[in-house]
T-cell receptor, first 111, second 113 residues
Framework: GDSVTQMEGPVTLSEEAFLTINCTYT??????LFWYVQYPGEGLQLLLK?????DKGSNKGFEATYRKETTSFHLEKGSVQVSDSAVYFC??????????FGTGTRLTIIP | DGGITQSPKYLFRKEGQNVTLSCEQN?????MYWYRQDPGQGLRLIYY???????QKGDIAEGYSVSREKKESFPLTVTSAQKNPTAFYLC????????????FGPGTRLTVT
């Protein structure tokens, strides 16, 4: 079945550092891919998405490129801020009504 | 503003009691979902519904029940049969066309003692 594997956390970085959170997936065909963010005590918010191979999703300085050849959708940001501290979830949807989520990566940014 | 509301934000119950969590959406979405999140873990799907008066079990439906009498509402009942009900519960909705992008509510933290 479909699955998503995320880089294990927690990840701790200094402010203005470069961020990469790895995400790989297993699915047949061409799923849609998502990154969600969860701030403390809140629900999930969609951060970005990509619906076909080589698409790049971007939002709030974050980017992720849908790589079919490596089945990956790594999240990147060039310069993180303290306000980026949250839990990040990678997810996929494969032409059905359910999302398959990774286990989440907790990110902490130190001033 | 369109969105999903969940109430209450915090809920406390004694063991052996049933409790119902509210979820309402005004996004005109056909599909609605309930997830459970435990500390340090990902989301696990409890139930979902694509249309009024119909719903399907997710991965961890045992000890839970739902109803979908209105398009806007999808309440979740945590029954006394749920062995470990203390968790953070998230409701979501999506359209059933396109990429099934889900929108989430703020969550309800349930504590059962």
């Amino acid at each position: 079945g479909d699955s998503v594997t995320q880089m294990e956390g927690p990840v701790t970085l200094s402010e203005e550092a470069f961020l990469t959170i790895n995400c790989t997936y297993t699915a047949t065909g061409y799923p849609s891919l998502f990154w969600y963010v969860q701030y403390p005590g809140e629900g999930l918010q969609l951060l970005l998405k990509a619906t076909k191979a080589d698409d790049k999703g971007s939002n709030k300085g974050f980017e992720a490129t849908y790589r079919k050849e490596t089945t990956s959708f790594h999240l990147e940001k060039g310069s993180v801020q303290v306000s980026d501290s949250a839990v990040y979830f990678c997810a996929l949807n494969h032409k059905n009504e359910k999302l398959t989520f990774g286990t989440g990566t907790r990110l902490t940014i130190i001033p | 503003d369109g969105g999903i509301t969940q109430s209450p934000k915090y809920l406390f119950r004694k063991e052996g009691q049933n409790v119902t969590l509210s979820c309402e959406q005004n996004l005109n979405h056909d599909a609605m979902y309930w997830y459970r999140q435990d500390p340090g873990q990902g989301l696990r799907l409890i139930y979902y519904s694509q249309i009024v008066n119909d719903f399907q079990k997710g991965d961890i439906a045992e000890g839970y029940s739902v109803s979908r009498e209105k398009k806007e509402s999808f309440p979740l009942t945590v029954t006394s049969a749920q062995k470990n009900p203390t968790a953070f519960y998230l409701c979501a909705s999506s359209s059933i066309a396109g990429v099934y992008e889900q929108y989430f509510g703020p969550g309800t933290r349930l504590t059962v003692t």
